[in-house]
């Protein structure tokens, strides 16, 4: 069964990489939430809670892009010592952190659930969206 998954790794390396960016995104998503929580619970509560989300992302997207450049894609593409890839990796972080927000938003002030009710969704459609961004343009 090793052997198996290993072919598979090997004959497949977006499989691996898809694997490593679940990896990293769930250690993201722990950073994230870790902000995230405190901040619905004490400052920003109830339908407010949307506002904790830039604050959570800033923290969780800087810890991320260490994690997906040094090991999710590591060996994909290229790197870019300009500045540029940062600037492309923040921008894809951005448009997953707008679909997070809006679902957040949805979840909390349209249907009033509590804050931690969207997290779980927002962070999901954000994880697919971002990943194959980033593979196909972050990443290249």
């Not at 198996?4 to 004959?11: G, K, P, S, Y």
Request: hydrophobic share 55%.
């Amino acid at each position: 069964m090793i052997r198996q998954a290993e072919t598979i790794f090997r004959d497949y390396p977006v499989i691996g990489q898809l694997l490593r960016f679940g990896i990293a995104g769930g250690i993201s998503t722990l950073i994230y939430a870790a902000v995230y929580l405190p901040l619905t619970s004490w400052i920003f509560p109830g339908e407010r809670a949307v506002y904790a989300v830039p604050f959570a992302f800033a923290v969780a997207v800087t810890a991320g892009f260490f994690l997906h450049s040094r090991w999710s894609f590591k060996g994909h593409g290229t790197r870019d010592s300009s500045g540029l890839q940062q600037v492309k990796f923040v921008a894809v972080q951005a448009s997953g952190v707008g679909l997070n927000a809006l679902v957040t938003w949805v979840g909390t002030a349209i249907l009033g659930y509590p804050a931690w009710v969207p997290l779980l969704p927002a962070v999901a459609v954000a994880t697919i969206f971002t990943f194959i961004l980033n593979r196909w343009l972050v990443f290249a």
